[in-house]
Antibody, heavy 125, light 107 residues
Framework: EAQLVESGGGLVQPGGSLRLSCTASGFTLSAFWVTWVRQAPGKGLEWVANINEDGSLKSSVDSVEGRFTISRDNAKNSVYLEVNSLRVADRAIYYC??????????????????WGPGTVVTVSS | AIQMTQSPSSLSASVGDRVIITCRASQDITNDLAWYQQKPGKAPNLLIYAASSLQSGVPSRFSGSGSGTDFTLTISALQPEDFASYYCLQDFNYPRTFGQGTKVEIK
């Protein structure tokens, strides 16, 4: 069965750092784009960052630019989100998702078909 | 960044009702839109991509339509398991942006 599992969350003080991991089982993660999405307590979903199959293309939301870094190790079937200079506003459940990146003629569509259960990041002094 | 505005923010409906949720983009996004369902304490679940393509395994009572700036998610006959929150997501450009969500509650 194909699965994604996030890990690495925890309680950290403002300004602190964590390394979140997203590890796949039951399929080869290197064949897919991967996206990180977060959800603050009681709030909606926020797209955070994504990375392509070989790690050569990355994008992220402005609010994390320069603080968060997405990367991958295809030999370990894993994608990472290095989160630095954490702020209280970064407190959230962080989900990773597999992107089918569906092709139709000359267009590609995001389609996050498989998600992990999430890892909780708490930023508090 | 493209702003996605969903309406309503919440609604109450009964089993068997037809439910329509709308999503408006702040600029033309052609058909680069997906819909996700999220139940409390769970990760989101993909329903629709490319505005109207039904994801494999999703019941046919779910449908999506629209292009440009205005999109709809329709549930033709609400089932007990459909009470959840629903989010649209544009993938026209970066950063991707979600709508604020629509919570569908039991009447």
């Amino acid at each position: 069965e194909a699965q994604l599992v996030e890990s690495g969350g925890g309680l950290v003080q403002p300004g602190g750092s964590l390394r979140l991991s997203c590890t796949a089982s039951g399929f080869t993660l290197s064949a897919f784009w991967v996206t990180w999405v977060r959800q603050a307590p009681g709030k909606g979903l926020e797209w955070v960052a994504n990375i392509n199959e070989d790690g050569s293309l990355k994008s992220s939301v402005d609010s994390v630019e320069g603080r968060f870094t997405i990367s991958r190790d295809n030999a370990k079937n894993s994608v990472y989100l290095e989160v630095n200079s954490l702020r209280v506003a970064d407190r959230a459940i962080y989900y990773c998702a597999r992107d089918l990146n569906v092709r139709d003629a000359n267009t590609y569509y995001d389609a996050f078909d498989l998600w992990g259960p999430g890892t909780v990041v708490t930023v508090s002094s | 960044a493209i702003q996605m505005t969903q309406s309503p923010s919440s609604l109450s409906a009964s089993v068997g009702d037809r439910v329509i949720i709308t999503c408006r983009a702040s600029q033309d996004i052609t058909n680069d839109l997906a819909w996700y369902q999220q139940k409390p304490g769970k990760a989101p679940n993909l329903l629709i991509y490319a505005a109207s393509s039904l994801q494999s395994g999703v019941p046919s009572r779910f449908s999506g339509s629209g292009s440009g700036t205005d999109f709809t998610l329709t549930i033709s006959a609400l089932q007990p398991e459909d009470f959840a929150s629903y989010y649209c997501l544009q993938d026209f450009n970066y950063p991707r942006t979600f709508g604020q969500g629509t919570k569908v509650e039991i009447k």
